[in-house]
């Protein structure tokens, strides 16, 4: 009886043996990932980022002229961009804190205030002004506790920065007219394209609930009695 043998395949079909369980594994990822996609809510999918009140991280600092501003002071008046940037360069250099001197007028028009934070001294801020040739037109914080109790509790407040640790990280916030910032939860959440903002901001595009003119009041009937 002749011993049995395995048939021999082929190139190609070896190849179909391999591919095609890969390509069912892709296929099933990609129909679960369909569905989850189309199982998401349209609440879900298109909600408005969460926003909380910019008066929950308050703080008081000295400017580049020694006067203490208060964050609070502007909250309710003026729509506001927040910039936190790094103190242990010149400001002059930072690309945001630049653009927003050089474009100060034209985001006063569109009724947006701006403000820097940083932990450079009011000297440091002044000298940048001399080698940049130009004054900055809006306060730059020093974000300094005077009573030693938090190193930098502007940073703090907008979480910023860590307890025990000396990392600064960067961000820049907008704070509407109604003194309301996006946040993750209750965290302020800073935008990812800080220059990109500015640009929209000029384009008049950034509006808020408080931008809608409020609706006239309701005329008497021209048949109606006067009053007496």
């Given at each position: ?118 932990t450079a001294s009011p000297f440091a801020i002044q000298k940048s ?78 509006k808020d609930d408080s931008d809608e003119p409020a609706p006239a ?12």
């Amino acid at each position: 009886m002749p011993a049995s043998t395995s048939p021999v395949r082929t190139p190609v079909q070896r190849y179909r043996i391999l591919v095609l369980p890969f390509a069912a594994i892709v296929i099933a990822s990609l129909v679960v990932w369909r569905m989850r996609i189309d199982g998401q809510s349209p609440a879900t999918a298109g909600a408005p980022p969460a926003m909380v009140m910019a008066q929950s991280f308050p703080f008081s600092l000295a400017d580049q002229h020694r006067h203490v501003t208060r964050l609070q002071g502007y909250l309710g008046r003026t729509k506001l961009i927040l910039v936190f940037f790094d103190g242990t360069k010149p400001a002059h250099l930072d690309p945001v804190v630049a653009r927003l001197r050089d474009d100060y007028d034209r985001l006063k028009a569109a009724g947006v205030q701006p403000l820097a934070v940083s932990t450079a001294s009011p000297f440091a801020i002044q000298k940048s002004e001399e080698l940049a040739g130009q004054r900055f037109p809006f306060p730059i914080l020093m974000d300094v506790d005077p009573n030693g109790l938090i190193p930098t509790p502007a940073h703090m407040a907008w979480s910023l920065a860590q307890p025990g640790s000396e990392t600064l990280r960067q961000g820049t916030f907008l704070i509407d007219r109604m003194g309301r910032v996006s946040a993750h939860g209750t965290t302020p959440r800073p935008v990812k394209d800080p220059q990109h903002v500015i640009d929209t901001i000029l384009r008049g595009e950034w509006k808020d609930d408080s931008d809608e003119p409020a609706p006239a009041p309701a005329s008497a009937p021209a048949d109606a009695p006067a009053a007496t």
